[in-house]
């Protein structure tokens, strides 16, 4: 099956697409043109090589794909007690275990997303995307295609593209949200679970008697308050059990050059140290909570994240923002702070039609609880759960 009058060019950079394009197919709250300038000049070729693809439709550019190749590995998405294992057999067998993969989405976006226009038709779009993907695989030397993290507003069209051209589909680590409709805090707190209103409190008034913090809200930080900042970002990516993206200093150099960017920075008031911040992007109706920094060596009962977290809702509430997106992974203390879970799944074909089996028999055991133990635990606590609604 083709997709008449569709036809799709690759580029290597976000610069060679037209800024009314990318305006018009990714605009707020998606990250848009400067994300992917960010990405490219950070100097993350170790990890990624970037392309895009732009679709047009009868010779006229109607949609842009961000794409990246890497070396996938698989440990990544494995059952935790099965992930050392994976690991040593990737050393001895890494094509299998690290395979060359070509993934449309952002490897730091929250969710992927294929830009269009207005009125063109997806389901055709994107089928002519997926055989042009599957050409540029070749061309690549990438086994393995992946759309990675799509929500489920584009389920439809992608679970259709799956049956057109051999993808199988594996459940991924949720996207997280807390929505704030009245903005207002008071309708925050009163949203949540009593539960977790009365634990939430209470750990904040627990942290403000251990500890004086200061606020600070910082864009265009200068090169000192840079390199703490990236200490403390250190300091949380090392603690991870989930790595995909490995990110350097300067990438927060680039980034803090941003106009979304926002530093909202935790500091000791008596010595005036950073002991946490958090990235936020005002993408106007919505913020996003990009990475966060932690000085573990501080006190546990200090309870930064949630400190953080409570400056967070008040420059987003400042900010007229409806809702703040968080992210994949470190579910616990999401979930204790009200954060809806939101499914995101990726699709997936492997050139090899012997590995595709198994990797399809594989994804049907992969679940929201193989996935994460924080998530294991919060569907052992709450069976009843369904993954299309909100939760308290």
């Known amino acids: 099956m083709s997709a008449p009058g569709f036809s799709v060019r690759f580029v290597q950079s976000e610069s060679q697409i037209d800024p009314a394009l990318w305006d018009?197919?990714?605009?707020?709250p998606l990250?848009?043109?400067?994300?992917?300038?960010?990405?490219?000049?950070?100097?993350?070729?170790?990890?990624?090589?970037?392309?895009?693809?732009?679709?047009?439709?009868?010779?006229?550019?109607?949609?842009?794909?961000?794409?990246?190749?890497?070396?996938?590995?698989?440990?990544?998405?494995?059952?935790?007690?099965?992930?050392r294992g994976i690991e040593g057999l990737g050393r001895m067998f890494p094509r299998l275990f690290f395979p060359r993969s070509l993934f449309v989405g952002s490897p730091c976006a929250d969710e992927g997303t294929v830009g269009m226009l207005r009125g063109v038709d997806s389901r055709s779009a994107l089928l002519a995307l997926q055989q042009a993907?599957?050409?540029?695989?070749?061309?690549?030397?990438?086994?393995?295609?992946?759309?990675?993290?799509?929500?489920?507003?584009?389920?439809?069209?992608?679970?259709?593209?799956?049956?057109?051209r051999r993808l199988f589909r594996v459940a991924s680590f949720p996207g997280t949200i807390v929505e704030l409709p009245v903005r207002s805090k008071d309708a925050y707190f009163a949203a949540l679970k009593g539960s977790r209103r009365h634990a939430l409190r209470k750990k904040l008034r627990r942290s403000a008697a251990r500890v004086d913090i200061r606020v600070e809200i910082v864009q265009g930080p200068d090169g000192r308050t840079l390199d703490a900042l990236f200490g403390l970002f250190w300091q949380t990516y090392q603690k991870a059990t989930t790595r995909f993206e490995k990110l350097n200093r300067k990438f927060f150099e680039i980034v803090a050059?941003?106009?979304?960017?926002?530093?909202?920075?935790?500091?000791?008031?008596?010595?005036?140290?950073?002991?946490?911040?958090?990235?936020?992007?005002?993408?106007?109706?919505?913020?996003?909570?990009?990475?966060?920094?932690?000085?573990?060596?501080?006190?546990?009962?200090?309870?930064?994240?949630?400190r953080l977290w409570d400056a967070a809702l008040d420059w987003a509430l400042s900010r007229g923002a409806d809702a703040i997106q968080s992210g994949q992974t470190g579910y616990a203390p999401k979930i204790e702070t009200g954060h809806r879970l939101v499914p995101l799944?990726?699709?997936?074909?492997?050139?090899?039609?012997?590995?595709?089996?198994?990797?399809?028999?594989?994804?049907?055991?992969?679940?929201?609880?193989?996935?994460?133990?924080?998530?294991?635990?919060?569907?052992?606590?709450?069976?009843?759960?369904?993954?299309?609604?909100?939760?308290?």
Request: charged share 25%.
């Open 257 to 306: 050059t941003r106009p979304e960017s926002h530093f909202i920075l935790l500091r000791e008031r008596s010595s005036d140290e950073m002991v946490a911040f958090m990235l936020c992007f005002d993408l106007g109706s919505r913020v996003i909570n990009k990475f966060i920094g932690i000085d573990y060596r501080r006190p546990r009962d200090w309870l930064l994240y949630f």
């Open 24 to 28: 018009a197919c990714f605009a707020p």
């Open 31 to 83: 990250e848009g043109r400067w994300w992917y300038s960010t990405l490219e000049q950070c100097g993350l070729e170790d990890q990624f090589s970037f392309l895009y693809g732009v679709l047009h439709r009868d010779g006229i550019p109607v949609g842009i794909a961000p794409a990246f190749v890497m070396d996938f590995p698989v440990a990544v998405v494995a059952p935790p007690a099965l992930q």
């Open 345 to 392: 799944t990726n699709y997936c074909a492997h050139r090899n039609r012997l590995v595709h089996a198994i990797g399809r028999a594989f994804a049907r055991h992969i679940t929201w609880s193989t996935l994460d133990d924080d998530l294991a635990r919060f569907l052992k606590a709450h069976p009843d759960f369904e993954l299309s609604r909100p939760f308290k």
């Open 133 to 164: 993907l599957e050409t540029q695989a070749r061309v690549l030397g990438a086994a393995l295609l992946v759309w990675k993290d799509f929500p489920a507003p584009q389920a439809a069209d992608l679970e259709w593209l799956a049956k057109q």
